[in-house]
């Protein structure tokens, strides 16, 4: 059974960081380029950042570029998502999923083959 588990999300003060990590189980994480997409409340989705299957590719939003960096461990079948300098307009649901590409990778969630169930970060004083 496919599936994807996001975890380290929470409350915490502007300036502030999180790590988010999203761990896959039923099938080889390294077959798929990962995304990191959220959503806030009355908003549509946004994509956040994308790895490419080796990792060698990247790619962030403008709105993030800078304060997050994205990574992923092959061997742990995990990615991460390193979030610093956190604003409270960062506050949203975040997505990882998951696109079979073999190269590069993409922020736009059409081609996502596979979601996780999200977890929330709210950045507030």
């Known amino acids: 059974q496919v599936q994807l588990v996001e975890s380290g999300g929470g409350l915490v003060q502007p300036g502030g960081s999180l790590r988010l990590s999203c761990a896959a189980s039923?099938?080889?994480?390294?077959?798929?380029?990962i995304g990191w997409f959220r959503q806030a409340p009355g908003k549509e989705r946004e994509g956040v950042s994308c790895i490419s299957r080796s990792g060698g590719s990247t790619y962030y939003a403008d709105s993030v570029k800078g304060r997050f960096t994205i990574s992923r461990d092959n061997a742990k079948n995990t990615v991460y998502l390193q979030m610093n300098s956190l604003k409270p307009e960062d506050t949203a649901v975040y997505y990882c999923?998951?696109?079979?590409?073999?190269?590069?990778?993409?922020?736009?969630?059409?081609?996502?083959?596979?979601w996780g169930q999200g977890t929330q970060v709210t950045v507030s004083s």
């Open positions: 999923a998951a696109d079979h590409r073999p190269r590069g990778c993409t922020v736009v969630s059409g081609p996502y083959d596979y």
């Open positions: 039923g099938f080889a994480s390294d077959y798929y380029a």
